[in-house]
């Protein structure tokens, strides 16, 4: 049995990895502003708390843990981050509290420490082209992501890599792509591509019309959450500190996500698109690199993920019109 310590548990990630833990036989602890929106949290022990304020984060770090995933963070789809609105708080936020978390761990002598960056830090001129995204964990640099979350996001790797460095803390850092799945943001304004397509094709009648950001034809890749989680726990338990993108090599664009959620639903739906943020044109995951270091990849099909999300998105949809 491991002592683990879950920082962003009551998140769409963080309450899924506390669920994988606890059924591994762990002891985990978890730490975040709320309870897990939509499942009680399966943690021994779980911490109302701001991981911003120093002394929770000292409160919550009260021993050495032998893992510590660092997933709190200040974030949201392109409706939250692209719109600029949000630019101060992402970015003093999340590195605040990467911040506080670096220090308590190292003042507490805890080595095995995972954090979740993003792709949003690749560089925007390697996301122009739709079809041949470069997201290769190498092209990092000249760093020019396209917003100011991404921007923290790169700080932060470069403070978990430092204290690897300096202190001997066995960091490890991930890339995720557009994690998806049940139990997360779907109607908040924080949601990503999937939930939010999985909630207008719910409530779309057949042969009716959803509204898309932009023209459709940017390209994404989406991982589904238990792939996520998979990846997550190999790379904090080998010997490669990354970063490494943990993520989907499926690419498709913004239409055909729609088409292959409207096929599950059933419907036949007219896209109508109209102006929205979008951020970059093509992003995919290069997968090259762990599966050289791991010798693992995701291979869940989309599709596959996407029938379980919109099977619980939609009974979401349903339960919220008949309490209306």
């Given amino acids: 049995m491991k002592y683990i310590l879950v920082l962003g548990a009551g998140g769409f990630i963080g309450s899924h990895l506390v669920r994988r833990l606890k ?17 009680e949290t399966e943690a021994d022990d779980f911490v109302i708390g701001d991981l911003r304020e120093q002394s929770t984060v000292r409160s919550v770090i009260d021993r050495r843990f032998d893992e510590v995933y660092q997933l709190a963070a200040d974030m949201g789809g392109a409706g939250y981050i692209f719109t600029g609105l ?16 670096l220090d308590a761990c190292h ?30 964990e190498d092209s990092a640099y000249p760093a020019h992501p396209d917003s100011e979350y991404g921007w923290e996001k790169l700080f932060s790797e470069r403070l978990f890599l430092a204290y690897h460095r300096n202190y001997g803390i066995d960091a490890r850092v991930a890339r995720y792509h557009n994690i998806f799945g049940p139990q997360g ?20 009648d057949n042969n009716g019309e959803i509204e898309i950001w932009g023209d459709g034809s940017q390209t994404r890749s989406f991982l589904f959450i238990d792939e996520c989680i998979e990846g997550t726990i190999r790379l904090t338990r080998s010997n490669f500190t990354g970063p490494v993108n943990i993520g989907s090599n499926e690419m498709v664009t913004i239409n055909q996500l729609v088409d292959i959620v409207s096929s599950i639903a059933g419907k036949t739906l007219h896209k109508r698109h109209i102006p929205g943020p979008l951020g970059v044109r093509g992003r995919n995951s290069d997968n090259t690199l762990i599966q ?13 993920g996407l029938e379980k999300t919109y099977a619980w998105i939609s009974e979401k949809v349903y339960q919220k019109a008949n309490d209306l």
């Fill in 23 to 39: 059924a591994e036989g762990n002891w985990v602890r978890g730490v975040d502003l709320k309870y897990p929106r939509y499942a």
């Fill in 86 to 101: 949000h630019d101060a708080e992402i970015m003093h936020n999340s590195a605040t509290i990467n911040l506080n978390v």
């Fill in 107 to 136: 003042k507490r002598n805890i080595k095995r420490i995972f954090y979740s960056s993003s792709a949003c830090m690749y560089p925007q001129e390697n996301q122009e082209d739709p079809n041949n995204p470069n997201c290769r």
């Fill in 185 to 204: 943001s779907w109607n908040d304004g924080r949601e990503k591509s999937p939930a939010a397509i999985c909630r207008k094709v719910a409530v779309a």
């Fill in 292 to 304: 050289e270091k791991l010798g693992w990849s995701p291979s869940m099909t989309l599709r596959s």
